[in-house]
């Protein structure tokens, strides 16, 4: 919350908005990772008041030629980006007796002078940043490498040769070329750092494809599964042997069954076992939350209208077929047609052709599920869903 209220300045709708170290905040949302060794990390977005989307920058600058919005953003960039170490060499504190991520930032003291602060301020920053910020290449850079003769190149784009001089946009495509001054040094905003004291990234999204990317990103990082393949193959080896108590107790299923239960309990096992670490466990626990967002939403249950979707063009497929052959066979009368519906009456129907109680195999997909939910006077009604709401709401809701 004192992120969110201090250092981004987000205020609900009814409080004034304030400015933060990013500008007025509009919105964010942020999903709690687990890395492979368990440590916790947030992926956020962070939507700006009053910015434009990055169609309405390209227009801007490619279309309307306005140099001075160009000039405007690349310093905004500028200011809120850092991509060195600050004042690098320019303190010697001496050896340290602990990480600078281990320990608080510099506090003002009333008996010490404004340039006495700020030069600790400055040192403790260059620490943080030199700590938490500078890469150093390791085997993990370069696991995706496909050996000689592909240049050995580290997979997060970091590398020594890597500079430019300052943040520029091609006035011609819209392309914005982000500074850097340190090819070894993740993009950081150093207020943001200073205060949350952790290793972190930051960029700014100027782009439809810079967009989809990190949305791509991070829906795929809360969706991803967390299980690892070892487990998930104790886990199916745990289903099929369990399957195979059982089968040898029930001679009597037929292949069939067997292998849609084999599906069924490989599935369930998949599911219920979870690699969850400790960091996780303990953060459930505190009720800390695994996602932060600014807005309320309702969740919309996706797969009951692709269902909808696709049953109805199925349906029209279907229609299309039977028109089709209906045009193609005309009037053409096939007399093994009337032994075949004799054939089949028979078994179904009485003498008189009405419904003699005969087994009829039903398609289930026929027929709507309908929830029901208990009423206070007693017994039930059935409750609406979320697909024959937007069919049949009125036009009072469009909004």
């Avoid at 001075?68 to 500028?78: G, I, N, P, Q, T």
């Avoid at 400055?122 to 940043?129: E, M």
Wanted: net charge negative; aromatic share 8%.
């Amino acid at each position: 919350e004192v992120f969110f209220t201090h250092l981004l300045g987000y205020r609900r709708s009814n409080e004034q908005p304030v400015e933060s170290v990013l500008g007025s905040v509009k919105g964010y949302y942020g999903c709690v990772e687990a890395q492979g060794r368990g440590t916790l990390h947030c992926h956020m977005l962070v939507w700006l008041d009053g910015a434009l989307d990055p169609q309405e920058i390209k227009d801007r600058i490619v279309d309307q030629h306005d140099s001075a919005f160009s000039e405007r953003l690349c310093a905004y960039v500028d200011d809120i980006i850092s991509s060195e170490v600050p004042y690098s060499g320019a303190f010697d504190e001496g050896p340290l007796s602990s990480h600078p991520c281990a320990v608080r930032s510099v506090r003002r003291d009333p008996t010490q002078s404004a340039v006495e602060y700020e030069r600790k301020r400055k040192a403790d920053l260059s620490l943080l940043a030199s700590a938490c910020q500078r890469h150093s290449h390791s085997s993990t850079c370069y696991k995706y490498w496909p050996g000689e003769p592909h240049p050995k190149e580290c997979r997060f784009g970091l590398s020594e040769t890597n500079h430019i001089d300052r943040t520029t946009i091609d006035a011609q495509t819209g392309e914005i070329e982000f500074k850097v001054s340190d090819g070894l040094v993740n993009n950081f905003c150093e207020h943001i750092l200073e205060a949350i004291r952790c290793n972190m990234d930051v960029r700014f999204i100027g782009s439809g494809v810079s967009a989809k990317a990190v949305l791509y990103y991070i829906t795929d990082y809360i969706t991803k599964s967390q299980l690892k393949m070892h487990t998930a193959y104790v886990a199916l080896q745990a289903a099929v042997t369990k399957l195979e108590e059982e089968v040898s107790e029930r001679n009597e299923m037929d292949f069939e069954k067997k292998a849609k239960l084999m599906l069924i309990k490989c599935a369930n096992a998949l599911l219920a076992k979870q690699e969850t670490s400790a960091p996780q466990v303990a953060s459930s626990l505190m009720e800390y939350g695994d996602h932060y967002t600014s807005h309320s939403f309702k969740s919309l249950y996706w797969t009951s209208f692709e269902h909808f979707v696709n049953k109805h063009i199925e349906e029209e497929v279907v229609d299309a077929e039977r028109d089709e052959t209906e045009i193609e066979i005309g009037d053409v009368h096939d007399e093994s047609a009337d032994d075949d519906n004799e054939s089949v009456c028979s078994e179904s129907c009485d003498e008189d052709g009405e419904d003699g109680g005969g087994y009829k195999e039903v398609d289930d997909e026929s027929f709507d599920v309908v929830i029901v939910e208990p009423v206070e006077q007693g017994g039930i009604r059935a409750k609406g869903n979320q697909v024959m709401d937007y069919i049949y709401r009125g036009d009072l809701f469009n909004n």
